[in-house]
């Protein structure tokens, strides 16, 4: 078997395992959280398999978001989360409330999983006051205007754009810097232009958000350590 990763339109990494089977067909399975194994026939090319991953990667998210969410070791709370690109140590304190401070997040005593649960309540309210106002003003800058947008607790995007429902951001985007948030919120406009990821679609994205090389990579660097609370 070997295995390599396989960055996705919006910056998402994915692990791939291949297995080279004695069949005519390719045979996709997901492998675990945030990993796919494919089957593919010996004859099967390096650039062929390239290819089909680059056109087929609805079938991808398809597939992953057929894996059941990842759970923490033992269900307790990480030592750290992202937050607005910082890393923030969880502490538990004796309060009922959940406290932002500068250096860490203090999170009620009780029971790992209402633990989880309260942090989690906590960080999407975060996330929408953190990612709808920024995408209201790339949306005035860009005069792309997308219907009604909200989140989402999707395992396979950042974001994802219909011009019928408008835009959906994935939660866990909290935890990205600002510039990487704009990012994700600008190329979504984007799409209401081109729909497909065309070099078009490239150069109107790089115009409005002429750091995208950076936050590309800080989300292939960081990205799934955004999913730490599943």
Not at 134 to 150: C, D, G, I, M, V
């Amino acid at each position: 078997m070997t295995a390599f990763v396989h960055t996705l339109s919006d910056g998402m990494e994915l692990p791939v395992e291949i297995k080279r089977r004695a069949k005519k067909n390719l045979i996709i399975r997901p492998a675990g959280t945030h990993t796919v194994r494919i089957s593919v026939p010996p004859c099967f090319s390096v650039s062929a398999l390239n290819r089909w991953l680059y056109e087929n990667e609805a079938v991808l998210r398809q597939t992953l978001a057929k894996t059941p969410p990842p759970q923490t070791a033992e269900n307790r709370l990480p030592e750290h989360i992202w937050f607005h690109g910082r890393q923030l140590a969880l502490t538990a304190h004796q309060d009922t409330q959940i406290l932002l401070m500068p250096s860490e997040i203090l999170v009620p005593e009780g029971a790992p999983e209402k633990q989880l649960a309260l942090l989690r309540d906590f960080l999407e309210r975060q996330a929408h006051s953190y990612l709808i106002p920024r995408l209201e003003r790339h949306a005035r800058t860009t005069q792309l205007f997308p219907a009604p947008s909200s989140l989402t607790s999707a395992k396979t995007f950042w974001g994802v754009c219909r011009k019928t429902t408008g835009i959906r951001f994935n939660w866990r985007l909290v935890g990205a810097p600002e510039y990487v948030a704009d990012y994700v919120c600008i190329h979504e406009l984007c799409h209401l232009a081109h729909a497909d990821h065309s070099r078009a679609f490239w150069a109107l994205t790089r115009r409005f958000a002429p750091y995208t090389p950076e936050a590309k990579q800080w989300l292939k660097i960081h990205g799934r350590e955004l999913f730490a609370l599943g």
